[in-house]
């Protein structure tokens, strides 16, 4: 199976500030990943997909990038809302798999 | 609008059979392209992908319990079912299914992605 690795694990910002979280996979995946930001107690919500392609009603703060094995999430202008554990997900192979989350907290 | 709700038991006793719906609104299983994915996440824990199937029928599950449990479909009802025929105690968490869609496709193959989730149901398994 395709293992996913993001970094940080946790991440501190104000708000304001432009983050970026990584996630890496072990073999390439072309741009098949996904991003999720999930809120305590609450369902995961589509961010990104096919790496930049921004989810339907996503502000335009949020941006992906990478393609084969790295790639990144980059939230610019942070907001309060923006609070939550994002996820990267590849779907290059039938069998998904997920990065462990990277925390942010504002 | 696209809707996705999950149903099933609170409460499992070990080795019992955890059965778990998924009833949807907004599309069909019927439609080509579409399917649906189980998505589990332990307490504390990430997200773990666990099941899919698709408008055709293929069906996929994650490694770790291919042996271990069944997708199914019922497309008049619009619903998707997910059974665990021998619960354990690590089957609790909160269960979310997820409308998955085609998102792409190269000459060999589809890429399909989640896009819209329910809200999850939690199961706890303990005697």
């Known amino acids: 199976d395709i293992q996913m690795t993001q970094s940080p694990s946790t991440l501190s910002a104000s708000v304001g500030d432009r983050v970026t979280i990584t996630c890496r996979a072990s073999?390439?995946?072309?741009?098949?990943l996904a991003w999720y930001q999930q809120k305590p107690g609450k369902a995961p919500t589509l961010v990104i997909s096919k790496a930049s392609s921004l989810g339907a009603g996503v502000p335009s703060r949020f941006s992906g990038g990478g393609s084969g094995t790295q790639f990144t999430l980059t939230i610019s202008g942070l907001q309060p809302d923006d609070c939550a554990t994002y996820y990267c997900q590849q779907y290059y192979s039938p069998l998904y798999t997920f990065g462990q989350g990277t925390r942010l907290e504002i | 609008q696209i809707t996705l709700r999950e149903s099933g038991p609170a409460l499992v006793r070990p080795t019992q059979t955890l059965t778990l719906t998924c009833s949807f609104s907004g599309f069909s299983l019927t439609q080509t392209g579409m399917s649906v994915s189980w998505v589990r996440q332990s307490p504390g824990r990430a997200l773990e992908w666990i099941a899919r199937?698709?408008?055709?029928?293929?069906?996929y599950y994650t490694t770790s319990l291919k042996t271990r449990l069944l997708i199914s479909k019922d497309t008049s009802k619009n619903q998707v079912t997910l059974t665990v025929p021998s619960a354990d105690p690590a089957d609790t968490g909160t269960y979310f299914c997820?409308?998955?869609?085609?998102?792409?496709?190269?000459?060999?193959?589809?890429?399909?992605?989640?896009?819209?989730w329910g809200k999850g149901t939690t199961v706890t398994v303990s005697s």
């Open positions: 997820a409308r998955t869609r085609v998102g792409g496709a190269t000459r060999e193959s589809y890429y399909y992605y989640m896009d819209v």
């Open positions: 199937i698709t408008w055709n029928d293929d069906k």
């Open positions: 073999q390439s995946i072309s741009s098949w």
